[in-house]
T-cell receptor, first 115, second 113 residues
């Protein structure tokens, strides 16, 4: 079975542009979480979506938004890009929300570089 | 809020040496604790987990025990191999928001032959 997939693998943008990152969860998984991993640091939680609704939000500005589709795939959008948005963006999926015994499976990430 | 503190790296060991990577945490609620490993150019892989106090998680020779009294979850391995070279992250999830993982900053391990 395929794991969590993310696209694109790499992306280069300039300051002020907008970017959309995509995530396909493992088949049957309904919860998707997004994380930002800046070089040399641990991943930071951005959003969680479950059944197309936002269930959690981290400490990120409103330039960051996300949505989940009926097939449970998800998009992360970042507007007005800043140099500091350069990072590896990770998507994680799990079967359901609200249960600690549900393992989160991480995708390979999208490497965003903002010039 | 929740937080995880890992020992600073990088850590360099010779093959067959003993490994300890320290991890302490602060959490509201009742967290589950995790160790993830990240190889170069890859995403995170779950290495082991523990869901309640005194549980021991183990996998591939790695072990960690959930110590509530010291709020710690130290990672250990008795004999490291070159193939263990990677970045290791300690993390927690608590019952107030099970979809959110809180990570430490990672510890880079290099094992030399």
């Amino acid at each position: 079975d395929a794991g969590v997939t993310q696209s694109p693998t790499h992306l280069i943008k300039t300051r002020g542009q907008q970017v959309t990152l995509r995530c396909s969860p493992i088949s049957g998984h309904k919860s998707v979480s997004w994380y930002q991993q800046v070089l040399g640091q641990g991943p930071q939680f951005i959003f969680q979506y479950y059944e197309k609704e936002e269930r959690g939000r981290g400490n990120f500005p409103d330039r960051f938004s996300a949505r989940q589709f009926p097939n449970y795939s998800s998009e992360l959008n970042v507007n007005a890009l800043l140099l500091g948005d350069s990072a590896l963006y990770l998507c994680a999926s799990s079967l359901v929300s609200g249960r600690l015994d549900n393992e989160q499976f991480f995708g390979p990430g999208t490497r965003l570089t903002v010039l | 809020g929740d937080s995880v503190t890992q020992m600073e790296g990088p850590v360099t060991l010779s093959e067959e040496a003993f490994l300890t990577i320290n991890c302490t945490y602060t959490a509201t609620g009742y967290p589950s604790l995790f160790w993830y490993v990240q190889y170069p150019g890859e995403g995170l892989q779950l290495l082991l987990k523990a869901t309640k106090a005194d549980d021991k998680g183990s996998n591939k020779g790695f072990e960690a025990t959930y110590r509530k009294e010291t709020t710690s979850f130290h990672l250990e391995k008795g004999s490291v191999q070159v193939s263990d070279s990677a970045v290791y992250f300690c993390a927690l999830r608590d019952n107030t928001n099970a979809g959110k993982s809180t990570f430490g900053d990672g510890t880079t391990l290099t094992v030399k032959p």
